[in-house]
């Protein structure tokens, strides 16, 4: 009896992922010429050639990955609060990709604020703010208030690098994916989050089936839809493995290529500093134009720094467990 059950959940739980991959590569063929249209980008390498592509296709595959984890995955009320969260950012991308006019900064500001305190009060109160530093082997207790400041920096980071990131066929959602996918074996390797680690892996093929579009030369975008709520689940992920320091290695890639342009702008607005004057930003766009790297060369390759990244914090991890 008990292994029926068993093999109902390991089938269930087999179907739930195809499911979730299918259904995101249905949709996005059904709702393509529904999404709102791109109008090219002036300021970014070759950023015109995207003008008249479909974009927000974010909104289909979070969708698809929010009804699959509340139909295969563990709907706890902590879990839950998660989903909601996460269709909040794509929701604020995806109405910014209908808008005619970009929103500002600073409303998009606003609402990552609220999200991400939001974010911070749910992992505190069910996971308490223990924190635990692998490479040196120990283990921190933290103050609520100051874990919460430090979760909000966290979310806010993940959120902006990673929609910056978003530039170049299939960068930032392959990155994305392998970001989750050193997170998820880092989860399994410490056993914590048994309840939440499926999650992931629907996160994951639900992006390969955006990706499946996507691929260069690409047929449609995701959109700040996408990228906004790509970054949260990292930042979730990361806070869920109680390890959140992790985050820097793996998810280095996104950081440098989507973070330094941030960096570079809020010197120079704020304090008048100029640093990276002979570096274009975001990091996909200086190897493209003045490294005359294509666009396959740049996705390849930074995904591949990132590969060696995240092995070595496995392996760190590994011995430290």
């Keep these: 009896m008990i292994n029926n059950i068993l093999n109902n959940i390991q089938l269930t739980s087999f179907f739930g992922i195809m499911a979730a991959f299918l259904l995101t590569c ?36 979070i969708v698809v990955f929010i009804a699959s984890s509340v139909l295969f995955g ?30 500002g900064e600073y409303k998009k500001g606003l609402l990552d604020l609220v999200i991400a305190v939001m974010l911070a009060i749910t ?19 933290i103050p609520k208030i100051i874990y919460g400041i430090l979760a909000v920096i966290l979310v ?24 989750l996918m050193t997170f998820y074996i880092v989860m399994e390797v410490l056993n914590v989050a048994d309840d939440f680690r499926y999650n ?33 689940f990292i930042a979730i992920v990361a806070l869920k493995t109680g390890c959140p320091i992790l985050y820097i290695p793996a998810a280095i890639v996104l950081i440098l290529d989507g973070g330094l342009g941030l960096v570079k702008v809020a010197l120079l607005r704020f304090l ?41 914090v496995v392996y760190m991890v590994l011995i430290a467990s």
């Design 123 to 141: 992992v505190i109160n069910f996971n308490g703010t223990t924190i635990r530093i692998v490479s040196l082997d120990m283990t921190l207790e």
């Design 200 to 232: 992931i892996l629907l996160f994951v093929v639900c992006i390969l089936g955006y990706l499946w579009f996507n691929a260069t030369p690409s047929k449609l975008m995701m959109g700040d839809a996408g990228s906004r709520a790509m970054g949260l």
């Design 272 to 312: 008048k500093i100029h640093i990276l004057k002979n570096t274009r930003t975001p990091l996909h766009d200086h190897v493209r134009k003045v490294k005359n790297w294509s666009n396959t060369q740049a996705v390849f390759r930074f995904v591949i720094i990132q590969i060696v990244v995240s092995i070595a």
């Design 74 to 103: 563990n709907v706890s009320t902590e879990n839950i609060i998660y989903l909601i969260l996460v269709f909040a950012a794509m929701l604020t991308g995806f109405l910014d990709d209908c808008s005619k006019a970009p929103w």
């Design 26 to 61: 249905l949709f996005i063929h059904l709702f393509y010429s529904k999404l709102p249209t791109d109008q090219g980008r002036d300021f970014a390498h070759d950023g015109k050639l995207s003008a008249g592509k479909p974009r927000g296709a974010g909104f289909v595959f």
């Design 156 to 179: 806010w980071v993940s959120i902006n690098v990673t929609n910056c990131s978003d530039g170049v066929d299939g960068l930032s959602g392959t990155l994305t994916m392998t970001t």
